[in-house]
Structure formats: C-alpha cells, structure tokens
C-alpha cells in the first residue's frame, strides 16, 4: 500500500508558483519541538518512523537535494489532488521551516516497539457501565442493518472533522457521529450484536462504537498505523493488525483488552527471511479462524481463535506484497490481493492451502472485492490500481477459478461495489486527473461499462445500501459530501456533507459477507 | 411610465446577462482547483484558519478577489494564489460560492 500510493501522489504545481514571494523568518525551534510537531500534524499520514504511509516517507533520504523553498510551499499551500492540506495559518513560518529543517535531517527511524503492555495502557474507557446504554436505537431506524457508516477523515486527517459518520440509508440522513480524534480509516460491524461497532483510525486505535446511542465507550491504541481489522464470527475477538510495528494483536471485543501479539515475519516467496507489514485481516462465518495476510512475508496465516495459545497455520508463498481481500463459497475461500505478482490468489481455508492464482491486471487492489451470481455462476470483481497499461477490473469465475473477462475502464480503479439485487457493479476511478470525479457502472449480464457517473470532488470508495436500492459514493477530499444514487436510474437523490469522507461501511456487510452475495449464500457457511 | 417600464427592462437585461455569463459548473470546477484547497468547496474545514466564502455576496467576493488579484490588496498567499485568475474566473467563482447555501 505505502509504495503505490506513494507513487499516486503528485506534487501540486500551483503550489509551485507562490514559492519564491515568500522569505523571511529566521528562528528556528530545537529538534525535540519540531519532532513533537512532527508527530502533532503530520505523523498519521506520513508515519511515526518517517517511512512514509498513506503520504510519502519524510526523512533525510528521502528529502536529499529538495528544495527547502519548495517543500515550504508544500506544508503552506497543500498538494492539490492529494489528501495533504494546506498549513498556512495553522502553523507559523517558523515552525514550518524548523519542521523541514528537521526532517532534511533525521534518517529513518527503526521500527518502534508497541507492546502488549503499551497497548494496555492505552485502554481508555468513557462508558464504565454498558448496561446503562439504551437498549435500543435512540433514532428512527427499521432494521439496524441499514446503517451506513462513512470514515470521514476531516481535512487535516485529524481534528473536528475526524470522525466516524453513520447514516440511515433509507431516509440518507445523518444518524450519529463519533469523534476520533485522528482519521478514520475502517469500519467493522460486530456480525453476533447488532449495536456494536468497531472504528479504526490512521493511527491505529480501535473505538468500540455503540450504534445504539452513537457514542464510543471504549478506544485501545494497536499500533502506530495500518488498516488491518477484522472481527471474529462469534463477535467475541478482534484482531488488529499494524504496518509500524510489524505486528499483530488478537483483542477481547467486549473490553478492548489485549489478548496475545503476535511478530509478523516470515520468509517471502524469494527465500528471504523477512519481518512484515500487516495485511488484511478477515473473520469467516465458515469457522472460528480469522485470516491474515503478511505482506512483505507474501504469507496468509491462519489463526484458531478458540484454541489455546491462539495457533497459527502458516500459508507460504502466496504472492508478492499481499494487500487486501474477500471471502467466497460461505467464507470457505478467500481471494488475496498480490500486488508485485499482479494475481489474485485463491485460498481454501478448510485445507489451509493456496487453489490457484489468477490474473488481476497490474497492480490488484481489491478493497472490499466483490462477488455476485449471475446465471448460476458466482463472478468476483476484483480492481486494480492500474499503473500499467491494464486498465481493467477483472472477473473470475469463483467455482471454477478461471479468468472469465478483463473489463476495460477509464482509469485505474480502487474499490468494487455490487449487490445482489443491484443490476450494476460500481468501480471508483482513481486517475489523478478529472477521471478521478467519477464512477463507472459495469452491467452484471454483459460484462461491459454502459454508465459513468460524475460524482465531483475525488470520487471512491462506492457502497450499496443493505437493501440494494441506493448506490453510496464518498466524494472524497475537496468534495466534501457523501453522494447517493438511486441504484436502478442511476440518479442522484441526496448528498450528505462531511469533511474528506473516504470508505463507506454498510452493516449489511455482516449478512452477505462479500458485496454483491445475496444472504442466502451465508447459509452455505453453517 | 414607459420611461420606468424601459428602465426596468434594461436592468432585468443586465441582471440576466450577468448571471447568464457567470457558469455555475465552471465556477464550481474552478473552485475545485483553485479555492477549495483552503476554503473548502462549500465551507472550510473545522480545524482550517480559513474564512468561509459559501452563501457570501456575490459582489463582494468579486471585489474582493480582484483586489487580491491586482495586489491592492496585500496577502502574500492570496496575491499568489489569485495572481492568475481572469475577470471571467472570478465572476464565475463568485457566483459559485454565491450559490452555496451555508
């Protein structure tokens, strides 16, 4: 994930043209200040270790030879079509020269140990007693499974606007908002309570969220960063995974308290001995597992929950740098991301071993991925990033495990959307130019894109509600609203405004395990 | 009469003319590029030190920016940032932030 998206960021060139009006200030703070500063306003994107995240990696190797003129211009006025914002009147001059200063200076740093006492520590709790909290929704809503919640990340990734926004998807209003503080990243919904969600953040803390009554009652800090969450079918553990440190950790759902870490290393396809980001990580309804993907180890390890000492079966040579995931055949099968192999790797997790690996194009981001049954056969989706000339959303046959179509599309693509009573699979178009307004309708029966939406802003992250009627889209950083459409004509019935809103979470997600699968393919798991 | 009913008429032409001219989409668009950065496409953010320009008066946002523009008025990162805008930009991007409601 760090080296694509890097790659993705440009380097504004407006911002370019007001360098050089700009000189004074001489004062520079001392190091532990600017580190602090550090730390305060850029770390959760550009990473505690300086080795970079969602943002590039800021350190003195990485900076050698730049301009510090033009990297002030930079911190000043944000990098137009990226996530970073503008510091002018946030920060002074002289911080923002000190800051750079800084960083031209400071190398990498190792990665930092947080331990299973450190996370400890870090348990806070703001509701003492659960069994005071309604014991229903404190807002209008049918069926629970048709919240929507949006990771709005607020524009400095951080701050007022940092927070978790959950929707109800029939009527599109706004029926609660969680502050955390930093922004947040995953949603995950508890599949055995229905009132219980799990929120983390850029900085890896967890919230455990009462949809109830829309508030957080408990937050544990897993790490430095990394996205990896997933809850356990029985709704009793979460596992967390984290890119600084490379390490995982299983924790008590219901107190947020620590259960066991675990070091992620392993030896990588090559042979080398290696010590790994946390990919995804995913609970089956098959089993009580939960899958892991190591990402520089190119290894899937597959943990039992509901054994002692939580034992690990280890998956190898899967890929190279794994990424992200979604589960087939009642949860059975799990198709992993590659993104240096550009596959898609088929694992069944009742044998614990690799099925086969397909072509996904170039660089295979599958986000959430996709599956939907079309004339008796179960079709995956899965996007890809597209730095290459293959811009494609690839289709596979899941029984059969083959190659069905490479669908052309505009551009490079980030997250596929589909439901079963939804006649289109939405893929977000991710380009860094005006493709990136928009959103492209493949038709499920034809294969072929027959629509593109112009949803404004920098569009992805596209979500159906649970009911399969509205098409969710986040309009990302400078639109600044939640866009839906109406799933059959395609128009735009409401717009919901928050601050950056990035991935969108439907509850439904508990009942058909991977978009697109109708509930009754749940059945196939007990 | 016909004097005032004529003098009515010429200034529904202006108005209309000038609102015909300004281009909601393009301001938007414009706006997307160039103020949203700070300013947000309809409002700041929370945390942001910036002024809001969504629901101001159009003509206010106009004089405004150009005087930014033409440096009579004096803000270094405003100066820069408006420095390339032409009269039709900023007609159009005033009445964009003119139409957002707040």
């Known amino acids: 994930m760090k080296k694509t998206i890097t790659k993705r960021l440009n380097q504004s060139l407006l911002a370019v043209s007001i360098t050089t009006l700009l000189s004074s200030g001489v004062a520079m703070a001392k190091s532990d200040d600017m580190h602090q500063l550090y730390e305060d306003n850029c770390s959760s994107c550009h990473g505690s270790d300086h080795g970079g995240y969602l943002a590039p990696a800021l350190n003195s190797e990485t900076l050698k030879g730049r301009s510090p003129t033009a990297l002030r211009t930079i911190v000043m006025a944000g990098s137009f079509d990226t996530l970073m914002p503008p510091f002018y009147g946030k920060l002074s001059d002289d911080e923002i020269r000190g800051v750079i200063k800084h960083l031209q200076a400071t190398p990498k740093q190792p990665n930092p140990a947080w331990t299973l006492d450190d996370m400890k520590k870090s348990l806070k709790v703001y509701v003492k007693d659960e069994s005071t909290l309604p014991d229903k929704p404190t807002y209008k809503i049918d069926n629970i499974d048709n919240l929507i919640g949006v990771a709005a990340r607020g524009k400095y990734g951080r701050g007022e606007g940092a927070r978790a926004i959950f929707i109800n998807s029939t009527t599109h209003q706004k029926v609660g908002e969680v502050p955390t503080g930093v922004a947040a990243h995953i949603i995950d919904f508890n599949p055995a309570n229905p009132r219980w969600a799990y929120v983390k953040t850029d900085t890896a803390e967890i919230f455990k969220v009462d949809l109830y009554s829309m508030q957080a009652t408990r937050s544990i800090k897993t790490g430095y960063n990394g996205p990896g969450m997933g809850v356990s079918r029985d709704g009793k553990y979460i596992m967390a995974g984290s890119f600084v440190p490379h390490n995982a950790v299983i924790l008590d759902a219901d107190t947020l308290e620590p259960l066991k870490t675990f070091e992620l290393e392993g030896i990588d396809p090559d042979g080398k001995m290696v010590s790994s980001d946390s990919g995804m990580i995913i609970g089956t309804p098959y089993a009580d597992i939960f899958a892991i993907a190591l990402e520089n180890a190119g290894q899937v390890w597959v943990v039992d929950y509901k054994k002692d000492g939580f034992p690990v079966t280890k998956i190898e040579k899967v890929g190279r740098h794994l990424h992200d995931a979604f589960l087939t055949h009642g949860g059975k099968k799990l198709m992993v991301a590659s993104y240096d192999d550009s596959i898609v790797a088929a694992i069944d997790l009742e044998k614990r071993e690799i099925i086969k690996r397909l072509p996904a194009g170039c660089v295979p981001h599958v986000g959430g991925g996709s599956a939907v049954v079309v004339d008796g056969r179960t079709l995956g989706f899965g996007t890809n990033f597209g730095d290459c000339d293959k811009m494609v959303v690839s289709v596979w046959d899941l029984d059969k495990m083959e190659v069905v179509k490479q669908i052309p599309v505009s551009g490079g693509t980030e997250s596929p959307a589909a439901h079963a009573n939804a006649p289109y699979v939405a893929v977000d178009i991710i380009s860094k130019d005006r493709r990136a307004r928009t959103v492209q309708l493949i038709d499920k029966k034809t294969l072929e894109v027959v629509k593109t939406l112009d949803v404004g802003g920098h569009a992805y992250f596209p979500e159906y509600s649970a009911d399969g009627k509205f098409l969710y889209i986040s309009a990302g950083y400078n639109g600044d609203e939640v866009v839906v459409y109406d799933s059959n004509t395609l128009q735009k019935v409401a717009s919901v405004p928050m601050e950056s809103p990035a991935g969108i979470f439907s509850r439904g997600r508990v009942k058909y395990m991977t978009r697109g699968l109708s509930p009754d393919e749940m059945e196939q798991s007990k | ?102």
């Open chain 2, 1 to 102: 009469m016909k004097m005032r009913h004529s003098v009515f008429m010429l200034a529904g032409l202006l108005a209309a003319g000038s609102s015909q001219a300004a281009s909601l989409y393009v301001g938007h668009a414009k706006a997307a590029a160039v103020c949203s950065q700070c300013h947000g496409i309809r409002m700041p953010s929370a945390d942001a030190p910036f002024p809001p320009l969504g629901g101001r008066d159009v003509e206010y946002l106009k004089t405004a920016i150009k005087q930014y523009r033409d440096k009579t008025r004096v803000s270094e990162i405003m100066n820069a940032i408006a420095g390339s805008l032409t009269d039709k930009d900023i007609n159009d991007i005033a009445h964009y932030y003119g139409s957002v409601k707040p």
